[in-house]
């Protein structure tokens, strides 16, 4: 392998984790960044000369921390406020701890993970700085996927520095007394980046399978390096859904309900490798709603048809998230459970009391749930008008074929 081909390698596997441990050692996203991609410009011509390093990422971090006090100094002649950065990056290259230090450097990703989702920053802030510097994806990217403009994002990113900055927010992991808090910022991020990816919020696609493999990404790596039982929970929550994703579209486009699916066709090693981690987090009896999610997945995917689920299992674990989380979501997906297990008029009054109370009023899908159950009684009109109501509502293309499908059949 030559030089330029070794540094793209190893860009591709260790930029993200040079930029954690320089965004530790400088202070700052900005410098960091610029720091990486001049030591990666350095190796494609040093390497060519002296041969790929025994250890690519501490040689990396020891360049870029070098090329960012270099840069100080320069700027220092022309800005006097600079000279007392570059003396502080001096001092720190020469008593920080060996760049070596594997331990040190896996925990630059775990610190990088929780600054990025400090609960002090707005929930688009931390979506879109966490896949910007933790996962490396372009503002371009990130617009994509969450249907807004490359500028907006851009802006979302820069507030949130200045944020960081300005608010001296800490480079570290929270104190154990502190972890449940903030944890629960991570495990939000992490899943709203996989829901994003698996069942978009608009546009022409159902899924966007590179937001959910960069969200089962994150929750790879924060169990490994913090394996907290609801981080276990979540990534097996994830596991799960992703091991549907190849029957979730007909081959012409619409969407495919679970209960239609070909279940031949969901991944069979995702599903073992998403129950032994439900396992283990529900054996810790310190669990929460991920870990609930994730059982209730699980349930489905034990089930070799459709006929075969045990709706009373799944109706009993809403029964307990319901209590952890009150969302009138979980009611919903609650609701639909009691409807197979005791029939759809025991579901449908519950739709209809969360429809009256005006949570669920803008929510597709409570409309769409509440179509079907008054289809399956026989109350045509009735499904008729919440047909028509979830149309107005929805915004993903595979999921409007689906209902207007379903209008046509009435």
């Not at 250890?55 to 971090?61: D, E």
């Not at 503002?139 to 820069?158: C, D, H, K, S």
């Not at 399978?209 to 990534?235: C, F, K, Q, W, Y």
């Amino acid at each position: 392998m030559d030089a330029r081909a070794a540094v793209e390698e190893v860009y591709r596997l260790e930029s993200r984790r040079v930029l954690a441990t320089l965004i530790r050692l400088l202070g700052d996203f900005d410098r960091a960044e610029e720091a990486m991609h001049e030591a990666f410009v350095s190796a494609v011509e040093q390497w060519a000369r002296d041969g790929v390093p025994a250890n690519p990422r501490a040689w990396l971090v020891s360049a870029g921390r070098f090329k960012a006090i270099d840069a100080a100094r320069r700027r220092a002649r022309f800005d006097r406020s600079l000279a007392a950065l570059a003396r502080e990056l001096e001092h720190s290259a020469e008593t920080d701890p060996k760049l070596e230090d594997a331990q040190t450097l896996e925990d630059d990703r775990l610190r990088l993970v929780f600054t990025c989702c400090h609960p002090a920053l707005t929930p688009d802030a931390q979506v879109a700085l966490t896949l910007r510097e933790v996962c490396g994806l372009t503002t371009e990217e990130i617009a994509r996927a969450f249907l807004t403009t490359a500028p907006t994002v851009a802006q979302r990113i820069v507030r949130a520095k200045a944020k960081i900055r300005d608010a001296r927010i800490p480079y570290q992991v929270p104190e154990r007394n502190e972890l449940p808090e903030r944890l629960d910022s991570v495990l939000r991020v992490i899943y709203l980046v996989f829901n994003e990816g698996y069942s978009a919020s608009g546009g022409e696609s159902l899924m966007r399978a590179d937001l959910s493999a960069e969200a089962i990404r994150l929750g790879r790596l924060l169990v490994e390096l913090l394996p907290e039982p609801e981080a276990t929970g979540l990534l097996a929550l994830m596991l799960l859904h992703e091991s549907r994703r190849e029957a979730r579209l007909a081959p012409d486009g619409t969407l495919v309900l679970l209960g239609d699916q070909d279940r031949p066709r969901w991944n069979r090693a995702l599903i073992a490798e998403g129950a032994a981690l439900v396992e283990r987090a529900i054996t810790s009896r310190r669990f929460g709603p991920y870990t609930l999610q994730a059982a209730i997945a699980a349930v489905h995917a034990e089930a070799a048809t459709a006929d075969a689920t045990d709706w009373r299992q799944i109706v009993a674990l809403y029964d307990v998230l319901l209590r952890a989380d009150e969302s009138p979501i979980v009611a919903l997906n609650r609701a639909v459970a009691v409807a197979m297990r005791d029939g759809p008029a025991a579901g449908l009054a519950i739709i209809e009391g969360l429809l009256e109370s005006g949570a669920l009023d803008r929510y597709h899908l409570a409309h769409s749930a509440r179509a079907d159950l008054c289809r399956r009684l026989g109350r045509v009109e009735e499904a008729r008008a919440s047909y028509v109501r979830a149309l107005a509502l929805v915004k993903q293309e595979p999921e409007r074929r689906f209902l207007e499908k379903r209008l046509e059949e009435l």
